[in-house]
């Protein structure tokens, strides 16, 4: 049974980075079929996808974010995180990790960590 | 960038009642479109894949239909657990991913 656990700081301040961690467990990151990815939800508000990685190191960037956010994978512990620099109130968020399918039709999210809630504040 | 239109906002529906969810995207996505259930505290939940494929374990009473830019999410006959906010996302064009604004199915 996959797993998606999100780990980091509840508090950032206003121009700092957010960093953040998603382990996978009950299933290997080392997949042909899989990316992995990070989506936020701010408080009360819809969906936005963040970036994907493949086990490989291939990424994906939305390109509102592109600039300020980088996607790492590290194999070895089963991990891939998240960086998002310069950050404001804006980026005040609940942060997910997910699976997300690597063909082209099948670029969907198909399993999630729970959620953790990054607030950007002094 | 693909956006993607969900009506209504809320929709306000009786238990044992139908409910026909709304996504449209603003432009041809063919099926290339999933949706989500989330309940408060929760992660989304997959329900639907290929516009039209349920996600493993979900209820037939959920059902998807249409391809290009307009999409439908039909729950049969609602349960008290079927109470939730539903999003559609497309994947139709590597690496945009969008996600709808959302619709609340609330107790009517």
């Known amino acids: 049974h996959l797993q998606l656990q999100e780990s980091g700081p509840g508090l950032v301040k206003p121009s700092e980075t957010l960093s953040l961690t998603c382990t996978v467990s009950?299933?290997?990151?080392?997949?042909?079929?899989?990316?992995w990815g990070w989506i936020r939800q701010p408080p009360g508000k819809g969906l936005d996808w963040i970036a994907s990685?493949?086990?490989?190191?291939?990424?994906y960037y939305n390109p509102a974010l592109e600039g300020r956010v980088t996607i790492s994978v590290d194999t070895s512990k089963n991990q891939f995180s998240l960086k998002l620099t310069s950050v404001t109130a804006a980026d005040t968020a609940l942060y997910f990790c997910a699976r997300q399918g690597s063909g082209w039709y099948s670029g969907y999210f198909d399993s999630w960590g729970h959620g953790t809630l990054v607030t950007v504040s002094s | 960038e693909i956006l993607m239109t969900q009506s209504p906002a809320t929709l306000s529906v009786s238990p044992g009642e139908r409910a026909s969810l709304s996504c449209r995207a603003s432009q041809s996505i063919s099926s290339n479109l999933a949706w989500y259930q989330q309940k408060p505290g929760q992660a989304p939940r997959l329900l639907m894949y290929?516009?039209?494929t349920r996600a493993t374990g979900i209820p037939a009473r959920f059902s998807g239909s249409g391809s290009g830019t307009d999409f439908t999410l039909t729950i049969s006959s609602l349960q008290s657990e079927d109470f939730a906010v539903y999003f559609c996302q497309h994947y139709d064009n590597w690496p945009g991913f969008t996600f709808g604004g959302g619709t609340k199915v609330e107790i009517k």
């Open positions: 990685i493949y086990y490989s190191g291939s990424s």
């Open positions: 290929g516009a039209s």
């Open positions: 009950g299933g290997s990151i080392n997949s042909d079929d899989y990316f």
